[in-house]
Structure formats: structure tokens, C-alpha cells
């Protein structure tokens, strides 16, 4: 399944100013629910399995990017929200570099190739750093999936 396909316009959140991840984690979560992608019933559960996976071990990358992720037996559908911060925000990345794209993936628990695979094409995806720039400077949440879709099909994806 594409990135394209499953982010929507309304589960990207640009300029996003949160003090910390722990924030971020919670913006990006209730965005889900924002978006009608996520029951609120279930955002509870859902931001402790991420805080939880978060707390094991960092979901900051390199090059400024960070993949919360977690799987829940109470979603059916791979749910992604995002958050672009100009300024970056401390994920603790692996190469101590602030994250500037926070890419929150939530994905049903029966689905583990489904849920590894996402996170390789996030990977792959985010892999180039003038694709990421043009992504951190995108100034409409539909400039950001055009670019995430032309990147896509420039990759032969889908």
C-alpha cells in the first residue's frame, strides 16, 4: 500500500510546534480522530500502545525524520497521520538531529507484513534529502501528497 494512499489531506498537520514528542505523538493521534479515521473511543488505547513503543526505543530515524508506529488489534485499516515542523522537534533520532517530518503509522495487529513493509516504503520514500525539503516546505497539506504521489510514481511505485 502507497503512502499516498493511505495519508489524507486532513491528517497532515503543518507547522507543528509541539514542545516535545510526547506532544506530538498526542496531536498526531487525535488528528486521526480529527480526520474520522480514528473512533475517539479508541484514541485512548491507541496513544499508549505508541507511547509505550515509543518509550521502548526511539522511533527517530536520521536525517530529521521519525516513524511513531504501533499495532492495535482495534484498527482494521493502516492509519498514518503527519506532522511537518520547519524547526524540528527532539525525538531523540539516531543521529541526534531534530525530527522535521513525523510520520505516525498505527496498523491492525494481524497485519504484520503489511505493517513492515509501510515502514520500508516510508523509508525508501524519505530516503532522499531534497524530497524532504520540499516536503518540510510545502504549504498546503495537498502539496504535500502531490509531492509524496509524484515521488512515488518517479520511484515505480504502485
Known sequence: MLLSE????????LGVRDVDKWQVIDHLTRLLVA???LPGAECP?????LVARERSMSTGMENGV???HCSMEQVN???VSLGVSREGIDFESIDEKPARLI???VTPKNKTKVHIRTLAEIAKLLNDADFRGRLVAAETPQEVLDLIRRRESAEGLG
Open 45 to 49: 488505547s491507541v496513544l499508549e500502545a
Open 35 to 37: 480526520a474520522g479515521r
Open 66 to 68: 521519525a516513524i511513531p
Open 77 to 79: 485499516d493502516t492509519l
Open 103 to 105: 510520520l505516525l503509522l
Open 6 to 13: 493511505l495519508l489524507r489531506p486532513e491528517a497532515v498537520l
